[in-house]
């Protein structure tokens, strides 16, 4: 079992940066492959990025590719996602979630957080 708090979010203009961070419980964090996901209001839940166990692969959607980053720390049990030059339609709620498995798709994690709002004036 694991448990996600995200925090970080908050009100940012467009071009601005944020930086998420993602705090896990459980000593089994450095196993999962972690994720993260948004979603904006009337649409799905969509990927954002994710990143191996050891941290040593990661994949991004194509629309954030450049401009994010996500990173771990194992030995804080924490995931991060260094968002740069934002957009007004990134206003989302961010979730992080964990899975067994290194996958894109929302239905591969089992475990997530409560979200956290990351608004994108313009």
């Known amino acids: 079992q694991v448990q996600l708090v995200e925090s970080g979010g908050g009100l940012v203009q467009a071009g601005g940066s944020l930086r998420l961070s993602c705090a896990a419980s459980?000593?089994?964090?450095?196993?999962?492959?972690m994720g993260w996901f948004r979603q904006a209001p009337g649409k799905e839940r969509e990927f954002v990025a994710a990143?191996?166990?050891?941290?040593?692969?990661?994949i991004y959607s194509d629309s954030v590719k450049g401009r994010f980053a996500i990173s771990r720390d194992n030995a804080k049990n924490t995931v991060y996602l260094q968002m740069n030059s934002l957009k007004p339609d990134e206003t989302a709620v961010y979730y992080c979630?964990?899975?067994?498995?290194?996958?894109?798709?929302?239905?591969?994690?089992?475990?997530w957080g409560q979200g956290t709002q990351v608004t994108v004036s313009s």
């Open positions: 459980g000593r089994t964090f450095s196993t999962y492959t």
């Open positions: 979630a964990a899975a067994a498995s290194y996958s894109r798709e929302p239905r591969s994690y089992p475990y």
């Open positions: 990143i191996i166990w050891s941290g040593s692969r990661t």
